[in-house]
């Protein structure tokens, strides 16, 4: 799924969640993380956690506090925690990577990570403009599978480049990922960004 249907997808889904639910605006809302989102992006980050485990234990121990910090951002609705979390829990398992020499694991840990930090931001996007208590189970759904999907194919990518070109070298294997997981963020990022402030202020607008 391109960033573009995504973003579409999105946009169809909340204008079907207003129109299931008019009184909506009328209600007072609570504007909390969403609980699909937020839920598997706290078990990508007990995942990442895992992954940076099999390299060492001080890359367990800062990718623990990272996925610490993301369950408080989750919480709280901090996206800056988030940010920071996802932040942690990449060299978390970066350096779990170089120590243990497990590409695969690292692999893992790295589409892990992205998914844990970008459903983090999802979730939390959801809460502030629809509230937890909208039926937002088909577009998180939409969320969850577009995320691991974009992660595993963009990641996987940069795992095949390194069997062809890299030579056996863990070292090379870890640069190609980290390219990888630099291209998932941002694509993951332009991806979640675009039907936000649209859809919500077009729907303001003619209520």
């Known amino acids: 799924m391109s960033g573009e249907e995504a973003a579409d997808t999105d946009d169809e889904d909340l204008e079907e969640i207003d129109a299931a639910d008019p009184d909506a605006a009328g209600r007072e809302a609570t504007r909390r993380p969403t609980t699909i989102d937020g839920g598997v992006a706290a078990g990508s980050a007990v995942l990442a956690a895992a992954a940076a485990a099999y390299g060492s234990l001080p890359a367990f121990g800062l990718a623990l506090v990272g996925a610490s910090l993301l369950a408080l951002g989750l919480l709280y609705g ?33 589409v892990a990570c992205v998914v844990a930090w970008d459903l983090g931001q999802c979730a939390i996007d ?5 509230g937890r208590e909208a039926d937002t189970t088909r577009l998180e759904a939409v969320h969850v599978a577009s995320s691991v999907l974009i992660g595993v194919v963009t990641v996987s990518a940069g795992y095949a480049l390194y069997l062809v070109a890299g030579g056996g070298q863990p070292a090379a294997a870890l640069v190609l990922l980290l390219l990888a997981a630099a291209l998932v963020t941002v694509g993951l990022g332009a991806r979640r960004s675009r039907p936000s402030g649209r859809s919500r202020s077009a729907h303001r607008s003619h209520r």
Do not use: K
């Open 78 to 110: 901090r996206r800056p925690a988030v940010d920071v979390a996802g932040l942690l829990l990449f060299v978390g398992v970066l350096a779990g990577g170089f120590v243990g020499e497990s590409v695969e694991a690292t692999l893992v840990g790295t």
């Open 126 to 130: 959801l809460g502030e403009q629809l």
